[in-house]
């Protein structure tokens, strides 16, 4: 039972473009929604956030968009630089401690 | 400002033997967490803890598993007769002390167990 999908298993874009990685959920309880950054053996770093009551969120270079209806949210990094590639993942949360995570896009940026 | 410390980083076991992973959380964080990571796959919640306290054990398994954050020193996860099913990264996590919703948490680099 996979609450949360991340069905593309890699991307590779090329370095100045924009990268887009997606993400699908089933459970509509879910109210906050996480991207994490992972290299080789490191932990997850936190990248950005969106609560439920949002569509949009921008960071930077990083923006998260949510489409509750859909059920789907989305991370662009725009402009990719080497230094994006990495793990990501999805993360969500019924407003509390539990994280759900997908299993993760391999972003490969190509110089 | 050290980040989350886990240690060991690798750790083999033969099967039948015992796993100790430790973990400190950072620096004023009362909250720690445990994930597992199969290879090819997102972190599964285990277990979180609070100082002497289990909040919620609910992901990790019944048997053979345990896991601790006495009052002083690191939390402990504790594997007894590793099988190799048990092969795969257990990550720590850490966090402030809740004020409702969600609080971001910092993970720790993670032990990599291998059961041969």
């Known amino acids: 039972d996979q609450q949360v999908k991340q069905n593309s298993p890699s991307l590779s874009v090329q370095e100045g473009r924009i990268s887009i990685l997606n993400c699908d959920y089933t459970?509509?309880?879910?109210?906050?929604f996480l991207w994490y950054k992972k290299y080789p053996a490191e932990g997850p770093t936190f990248l950005i956030s969106i609560s439920s009551i949002k569509d949009k969120n921008e960071d930077g270079r990083f923006t998260v968009f949510l489409n509750k209806s859909a059920k789907h949210l989305s991370l662009h990094i725009v402009p990719s630089q080497p230094g994006d590639s990495a793990v990501y993942f999805c993360?969500?949360?019924?407003?509390?401690?539990?994280?759900?995570w997908g299993a993760g896009t391999k972003l490969i940026i190509k110089p | 400002n050290a980040g989350v410390m886990q240690n060991p980083r690798h750790l083999v076991r033969r099967r039948g033997q015992e796993a100790r992973l430790r973990c400190s959380p950072m620096?004023?964080?009362?909250?720690v967490y445990w994930y597992r990571q199969l290879p090819e796959e997102g972190l599964k919640f285990m277990v979180y803890?609070?100082?002497?306290?289990?909040?919620?054990e609910s992901g990790m398994p019944k048997e053979r598993f345990s896991a601790e954050f006495p009052k002083e020193g690191p939390s402990i996860l504790r594997i007894q007769q590793v099988v190799r099913g048990d092969s795969a990264a257990y990550f720590c996590a850490s966090s402030p002390t809740l004020a409702g919703g969600f609080n971001e948490q910092f993970f720790g680099p993670g032990t990599r167990l291998t059961v041969l």
């Open positions: 459970n509509s309880m879910f109210d906050y």
């Open positions: 803890l609070q100082k002497e306290n289990i909040i919620d």
């Open positions: 620096k004023g964080h009362s909250h």
């Open positions: 993360a969500a949360s019924e407003g509390n401690y539990q994280l759900i």
